[in-house]
């Protein structure tokens, strides 16, 4: 073999790496043919043939396991040699599910290749650790599916107070999943695994639904004027160009004025500007509103607030919390100033104490959201407490 620049250059019945090698690199066969064998029951064997294009020996690099098999050139070839640490980072970075697959095919290769060549099999499989996350992950993705199905999903209301009169204006929605065995699991573990597939799109279809049945309840019992209700929406479904469609369908069909939804978007999603700037004139002229959630707490940059019309503005619960201090007091009250300054309103969440409230009406903050106003409660419960 010989090494010219980045690629090994192998001649015509030249061996490339023999059964039993240490795995240590990987190749991509660039120029030429290449015969896979093995010996089973003392006689050769061959595995396979691979041309340009075909990747050599990446399994023995991918589990660490020694060469199952021995590669001769059929001609003369030119490869290029990929090290173990290039799949290594790969494979670490990878979605555990996938690695698993992977993992999983890899295992039942080696053993079918293995009862083949009547070699004893090697210790070669997934700790069951590092699997078992995977496919507690994959089993908890599988029942979310079934609930969305069986109707197992709540979305419940949280209030939103309008300082200055004393009104509940509005409500967030809030989902929740009541797991039959693991009870109430936080919608900040599950959305998250729903948007790593694309199953946040149904269940973000379910809340909005729900949420427009909501409005409608509320109107039915008389809520005037009727409160607007906030959605959470999240990163896969802002890249769904019918959503602002799908939206006004919804409320059209229940014949809802448009400005009683609006549309939560979380900071750290606004990286896009162009996108979420697409939205927001939807929206706007379609009578929505927008409103920029977790203010604070996602790339600290205000190029989103400079350059985005957003409608309102909420406050993390960080900065509601550390209002007693010197410095947060004197920070929310720029963001505040800041806020009107735009013509946008304010906001504040997770205020908690009366003290909280107070220090916001002072500074002039339009809307306050938390356990003090109130948790979040199902449609029933609201529509009890008028
Ligand atoms: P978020 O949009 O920031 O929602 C506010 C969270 O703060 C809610 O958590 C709410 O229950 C909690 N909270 C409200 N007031 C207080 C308070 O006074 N103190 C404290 N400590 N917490 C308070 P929750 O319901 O667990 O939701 C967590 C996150 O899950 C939400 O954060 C939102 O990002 C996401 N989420 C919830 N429902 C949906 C949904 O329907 N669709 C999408 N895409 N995301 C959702
Ligand atoms: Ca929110
Ligand atoms: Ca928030």
């Known amino acids: 073999m010989e090494q010219s620049s980045k690629r090994l250059s192998v001649k015509a019945g ?78 670490a970075a990878a979605d555990p599910v996938v690695r698993a697959l992977l993992m999983s095919q890899l295992t039942r290769y080696r053993s079918a290749l293995a009862t083949l060549t009547g070699a004893a099999l090697s210790e070669t499989e997934l700790k069951p650790s590092e699997n078992s996350a995977a496919f507690d992950k994959i089993r908890l993705e599988s029942e979310l599916r079934s609930a969305l199905e069986r109707d197992e999903l709540e979305v419940l209301l949280q209030p939103l107070l309008h300082i200055p009169s004393g009104i509940i204006a509005g409500y967030e929605a809030l989902i929740r999943w009541q797991h039959p065995t693991r009870g109430a699991v936080s919608p900040n573990e599950f959305i998250r695994l729903a948007e790593e597939t694309s199953l946040i799109i149904p269940i973000g279809d379910y809340v909005l639904a729900r949420v427009c049945d909501m409005l409608v309840d509320l109107r039915n019992r008389g809520r005037e004027p009727l409160p607007f209700i906030a959605l959470n929406v999240s990163a896969r479904q802002l890249d769904d160009p019918t959503l602002v469609d799908r939206m006004l369908d919804h409320l059209r069909s229940r014949d809802l004025p448009p400005d009683r939804l609006e549309v939560e978007i979380t900071e750290s999603l606004v990286f896009n500007q162009k996108q979420i700037g697409q939205l927001l004139d939807r929206c706007h002229a379609a009578g929505m509103e927008v409103a920029l959630d977790d203010f604070g707490t996602g790339y600290s940059n205000l190029g989103p607030v400079l350059e985005l019309s957003f409608d309102r503005i909420k406050l993390d619960q960080a900065f509601t919390r550390s209002l007693h201090t010197k410095r947060g007091h004197a920070l929310v009250s720029t963001i505040v100033a800041m806020t009107k300054a735009l013509g946008c309103e304010m906001i504040a969440e997770g205020v908690e104490e009366v003290s ?25 419960q609201v529509l009890e407490t008028g």
């Not at 093995?38 to 340009?52: A, D, K, V």
């Not at 306050?368 to 106003?373: I, N």
């Open 356 to 380: 909280q409230l107070e220090a916001l009406r002072e500074l002039g903050c339009d809307y306050a959201q938390g356990w003090l106003v109130g948790k979040p409660i199902s449609l029933q």
């Open 14 to 91: 030249d061996a490339i790496f023999a059964e039993d090698d240490a795995p240590t690199t990987a190749f991509l066969i660039e120029v030429g043919r290449v015969v896979v064998s093995t010996i089973q029951h003392g006689e050769y064997r061959q595995l396979g043939e691979l041309g340009p294009g075909a990747l050599l020996g990446e399994m023995a690099v991918i589990d660490s396991a020694p060469r199952s098999a021995t590669a001769h050139a059929l001609t003369d070839c030119e490869l290029t040699p990929i090290d173990r640490n290039q799949f290594a980072e790969r494979l």
